[in-house]
């Protein structure tokens, strides 16, 4: 999500000592602070006990990933929005083409799809690199933003942690992920997110938006209710929009890279 400007002292003692890669995925000693704030809104029920981007929030348990690395071959009804071959269903023709994948080019602007989906399976690909510096939000921030505006965070939470609802895989400043699912630096690892669009009439919101998340192969989010658009140190809220609009990838000054996306039709079922 947005910039962090905001560190405490001890958070920024942490940054003082380097990343490294751990054999295990644990928070790595040398991490001796966790980012956040206390000054922010509550999270609505039934996380009211919670802050946004509360850094006391409880941390998911790790899970072991059940995907390989490898890609994910596309159903039949799928449309393939990104072979690794050309950006042409693509806007911002500024980002990379770096072994068969896009790279995200430093204040280059967020990637944005040029057509415009409302429900949806989407399937994209993504790894942080290694040697990337710091701790918390630093390591390889990004996001996927379906309708251009409800944010599935993109993050390396490999033997480095962050404020929950910030991490890999959360319904970024919402809900934190089930599990932590990541895989290290340098491997790929797989959102499969099945997303139900919200439904307005007029202004009015009538239906709100619905989201399961399969991230390495595990489920971190079951039929989760989208409270709203994701915005930086505040609630969730709606706006109308229309029943289709773009998927954006974040350019968030990360070297991040993102390969084998498309987009199928939603069969499972979401919603009350």
């Known amino acids: 999500m947005k910039k962090f400007f905001f560190l405490s002292l001890a958070a920024l003692c942490a940054n003082a000592a380097e990343y490294e890669v751990l054999d295990e995925n644990i928070r790595n000693p040398k991490q001796t602070s966790l980012n956040g704030f206390k000054d922010t809104p509550m999270q609505p029920a039934p996380n009211e006990k919670w802050h946004v981007h ?22 039949k009804d799928a449309t393939i929005l990104f072979d690794g071959s050309n950006l042409d269903n693509w806007k911002n023709k500024k980002w990379a ?21 409302g429900d949806i399976h989407l399937h994209v690909e993504w790894m942080v690199p290694t040697g990337m510096k710091g701790w918390h939000q630093q390591q390889g921030n990004s996001g996927v ?10 993050l390396n939470c ?15 400043a ?16 797989s959102y499969d997110i099945h997303f139900k669009a919200p439904v307005f009439e ?16 595990v489920k971190i989010h079951d039929n989760y209710e989208i409270k709203g658009s994701t915005h930086y140190r505040r609630i969730a809220s709606y706006s ?3 029943p289709k609009d773009h998927i954006k990838l974040q350019d968030h000054g990360n070297p991040n890279m993102f390969r084998n996306i498309w987009v199928a039709p939603l069969k499972m079922k979401l919603g009350k």
């Open 202 to 217: 007029g202004k009015e919101l009538k239906t709100p938006a619905y989201i399961t998340v399969i991230f390495n192969g």
């Open 54 to 75: 509360d850094p006391d929030r409880t941390q998911p348990p790790v899970a072991e990933p059940k995907y390989d690395g490898k890609p994910v071959p596309a159903p």
């Open 145 to 154: 933003f379906l309708m251009g505006r409800y944010e599935v965070q993109v």
């Open 174 to 189: 919402q809900q934190p992920p089930k599990f932590n699912v990541c895989r290290k630096p340098g491997e790929w690892n």
């Open 158 to 172: 490999w033997a480095n942690r962050t404020y929950p609802d910030g991490m890999t895989g959360a319904i970024y």
């Open 97 to 117: 083409l770096v072994d068969d994948a896009m790279q995200v080019v430093r204040k280059s602007g967020m990637q944005t799809s040029k057509d415009k989906f």
């Open 240 to 242: 109308a929009h229309g």
